[in-house]
């Protein structure tokens, strides 16, 4: 039997995504499970948005999971490099190959034809892509636009007629018309490859047998099989997850929820709790059981008791799986020493000292002050979140989406963000900054009108938690239709959102 070679490969573009700690565990059980091995590979292909700093993430929120892998770019392994900006050229000599052999072509479309083709396709009801213009350019026409120096991607040439037929190991049968699927662009103008061709280069040459991942990868598999079949490779077997979704029965967002794998690491979940929480996603153990160490799961790991439906992510459950951990992990004369260490521990006192210092009269006043750090969930109240006469929940509710597309786009979520982003709510809006702007995300972080330093707070706070407290607010003050939010990014992008209040 082939040797089991699972992978995870997450882009470090953001923050580390409950969607990654997913389908990290569910790769790692299943090559456990079969003594086989888990590899973890960073595609950062796309230089814009990559990070260093987003890679150390993704590395720390695995390892917290309690999930650990046997090759990847930091531990090494003979399958390396394990980074894809690391690979180019090996991409770009596998492309040329199909070039060579007639199975891929240069295409010198633009982006304005592009543009014009997805224009005609919605106007006529036709399907959405490309229109394929280029594929059969002679010899002599793709030299002369070479010479006149026009910019070219290359794309694989997808059979016109037929199907695509497959069988997934959670799914079964699975079929997709190749007219359906897109000539598909494999290296890109600037010379790197696309997310398809390293996917199937890298899957290819680290030998991986399994490729599990989301449903959402579901529409681009006809894609890689066809080049498998076009390099003469043999195919890896599929296994497409349960989507992860929210509550709402919709694909989780992180403009709902908190997605950060971080956000609950810092609320104080525990790692064990978390994993055994992720493994219950799509999944079911026999007899319905719901509460096991990691290990069981891999002896007992079977693909056949993933389900097919979406999986609810509940924090509610969450929350419940928590507290039985609590209960049964941790003796109660240990039970502070673990608090101690999550939110009390002398680091973050020291930086949390100096903001309180000179605002407490007692010792006793200091949990009165600063309870907001060591809670997740703020007792919110109309009155508190619409400051000013003027001041509705949906003019609150814009003021806070609009501040979290600020500090976003600054890629600040310290305190010199929220800073900038608090003075550019009051331009944009027309309302007075410290009236209304900073009263309102007093109460958003702290669930009072005073308190320690907003700024500094924030930076301690971090990222994830304040995010978190932003979008509860928004959901207490009864949220933004797909409508109004459309209105308010085209206002916000304009620099002007006064005419919307």
């Known amino acids: 039997m082939k040797r089991v070679r699972t992978r995870i490969a997450p882009s470090p573009t953001g923050d580390p995504h409950v969607g990654t700690a997913y389908m990290a565990l569910f790769n790692y ?14 595609e950062d292909t796309d230089q814009t948005r990559s990070r260093p700093e987003y890679e150390k993430n993704i590395f720390e929120a695995i390892q917290w999971c309690g999930l650990q892998w046997d090759e990847g770019p930091d531990c090494g392994g003979k399958y390396g490099p394990y980074r894809q900006s690391e690979r180019t050229e ?37 399907r959405q892509g490309y229109d394929r213009r280029h594929r059969n350019l002679t010899e002599e026409e793709i030299k002369k636009r070479e010479e006149e120096g ?6 694989l040439k997808v059979p016109l007629t037929g199907e695509c037929v497959y069988e997934d190991a959670i799914k079964g049968r699975m079929s997709t018309p190749w007219a359906d699927v897109d000539d598909q662009v494999l290296l890109k103008s600037d010379g790197f490859p696309t997310y398809h061709l390293a ?73 064990e709790a978390f994993t055994n929480f ?15 160490p990691l290990e069981e799961i891999v002896k007992c790991f079977s693909e056949k008791r993933v389900g097919v439906s979406g999986a609810i992510f509940d924090i509610r459950k969450l929350d419940w799986l928590n507290q039985q951990y609590m209960i049964n992990t941790i003796p109660e004369n240990e039970l502070w020493n673990r608090i101690q260490e999550w939110g009390f521990n002398d680091a973050f006192m020291q930086r949390l000292m100096p903001l309180v210092h000179t605002r407490i009269k007692t010792f006793a006043e200091f949990m009165e002050l600063c309870q907001f750090f060591f809670i997740n969930h703020i007792p919110y109240t109309e009155e508190l979140l619409t400051p000013g006469s003027k001041t ?41 900054h410290k009236k209304v702007i900073m009263r309102l995300l007093y109460a958003t972080i702290t669930g009072k009108h005073t308190g320690p330093p907003l700024f500094d707070s924030v930076d301690l706070l971090g990222k994830d938690r304040t995010r978190a407290r932003f979008l509860q607010a928004i959901e207490f003050l009864g949220g933004l239709s797909k409508k109004k939010l459309s209105s308010l990014e085209k206002a916000w992008a304009s620099g002007d959102c006064k005419e919307l209040i």
């Not at 799509?282 to 096991?292: A, R």
């Open 29 to 42: 059980l299943f090559a456990r499970h079969y003594d086989g091995d888990f590899l973890l590979r960073i």
């Open 150 to 155: 026009q910019p070219f991607v290359i794309r």
């Open 278 to 292: 992720l493994s219950l996603m799509g999944y079911s153990m026999e007899e319905d059981k719901e509460i096991y």
């Open 90 to 126: 090996i991409y770009r000599k596998h492309c040329y190959d199909l070039l060579a052999s007639g199975k891929a072509y240069k295409c010198f479309v633009t982006g304005k034809e592009l543009a014009e083709m997805r224009e005609i396709a919605t106007k006529t009801g036709q």
């Open 392 to 432: 509705t929940n949906e003019i609150s509710a814009m003021i806070l989406q609009t501040m979290i597309w600020s500090m976003e786009k600054q890629e600040n979520w310290g305190r010199s963000g929220i800073e900038q982003g608090s003075r550019e709510m009051a331009e944009i809006f027309g309302l007075n």
């Open 199 to 271: 996917n199937v280069v890298d899957d290819h040459l680290m030998e991986i047998s399994h490729v599990i991942r989301g449903d959402e990868w579901l529409s681009s598999t006809p894609k890689h099989i066809m080049l498998y079949e076009a390099f003469g490779w043999e195919a890896p077997t599929f296994l497409h997850m349960p989507l992860l979704l929210g509550i709402d029965g919709k694909k989780l967002s992180k403009r709902k929820n908190p997605t950060s794998i971080f956000y609950y690491r810092d609320s104080g979940y525990l790692p």
